[in-house]
């Protein structure tokens, strides 16, 4: 909405400066009554006086003062509309980072119930062998720690998703409150990413164009400054009436008109117009400066993205292994155990890993998600229709 307000706000400026192109032409009434001093006689004299008139003026821009101060207007109303979209890409970004979160954070629960849910079978299982003195109050301890230590990760969890949910709805405009689901996390599937993405489409990056679009209004001002060295020459005129008597106002005798062509020029401003030149020269450096900081920023945002995807893939990869291992391994642990051949402890670790490696997994996935997010939001938005271009095979002729 202040994005919104601030484009009405340029717009309106625009109008303004722009509005100086054409003529201003104007209307006005007058009705007096007055009591001129007395005069020598000693008598007063009071009368009235009536007066309708139209008048115009026009300032002829010959050295494209008012021209340049229009360029410079339009370059900021279309500066905000780029801070405008900046917002929307933004919001958008933001609202599918979090439902991923979101996402991850279900999965978590999901796993972490599940955990608890097969530790608890097992300490129901662990107390009946400990009655029938089968095990010590040594095994059937841990086997409830490892109980305890499931269900206590089930509630930061539950507080975590609802406070997302939250913070989601609000990101949506809505009150708080539960937010529908779609595919889970595992089911999502991050769009591809052809090699040789043109650098051209960081020219979609709304900073950048708003950046683009100060420098273009900086370089505008410059050129208003220096006009306004030169000469002013307007064209003014006024077509009218007065009298004293209502009833004559309108009759022929009761014309007037003037018409000029006023001429200023600035002789000595004691450096007025010098330092609005200076002025108006660094702040077009300023706004150079920024727009080639934007690019470099650009380029360094898509460049830590497009690692961040590639490495935090190669690091899921690397733990969707972990996790089928260890998998294994505590099936084997259980295996053993049953049979004679270890302690608990080593199902306790086998156990416990596979949880923590699991957690870490999911959040990995988030991570990988949340990597492509950003890479959208680098590339200025609507890139993965160009890659979807770019990846298609050509069309057989």
Known sequence: MIAAARIEEFAGNYGIVRSGLFPQVGAGYQASRQRDTLPLDGQSSIYNAYQVSLSATWEIDIWGRI??????ARAQLLASEEGRRGVILSLVGSVAGAYINLRSLDRQLEIARVTAKSRSESYEIFKLRFSGGVISQLELSQNKSQYDEALASIPPLEKAIAQ?????????????????????????ALPAIPAGLPSDLLERRPDLRR???????????????????????SLTGLFGFASLDLGNLFDSQSKLWQYAAPISMPIFTAGG?????????????????????????????????????????????????????????????????????????????????????????????????????????????????????????????
């Open 164 to 188: 997302q949910e939250n913070g989601l709805s609000v990101l949506l405009g809505r009150n708080p409150g539960p937010i529908p689901r779609g595919k889970n996390i595992d089911q999502l």
């Open 211 to 233: 950046a683009e679009q100060n420098l273009v209004a900086a370089n505008a001002l410059i050129g208003a400054a220096k006009a306004a060295y030169f000469p002013r020459i």
């Open 273 to 397: 117009l010098a330092g609005q030149l200076q002025a108006a020269e660094a702040t077009q450096q300023q706004a150079l400066f920024g727009y080639q900081k934007a690019i470099q920023e650009a380029f360094r945002e898509v460049n830590d993205e497009l690692v961040s995807q590639d490495r935090t893939g190669a690091q899921l990869k690397a733990q969707k292994e972990q996790v089928q291992s260890l998998t294994q391994y505590s099936q084997i642990a259980r295996l053993r155990y049953d049979n004679g051949y270890t302690s608990y402890i080593e199902v306790l670790d086998a156990e416990r890993s596979l949880f923590n490696a699991q957690l870490q997994y999911t959040q990995t996935q988030q991570a990988q998600f949340q990597a492509m997010t950003n890479l959208y939001k680098a590339m200025g938005g609507g890139w993965v229709a160009e890659a979807d271009r770019m990846s298609s095979p050509p069309a057989e002729k």
């Open 67 to 72: 021209r340049r101060q229009t360029e410079a």
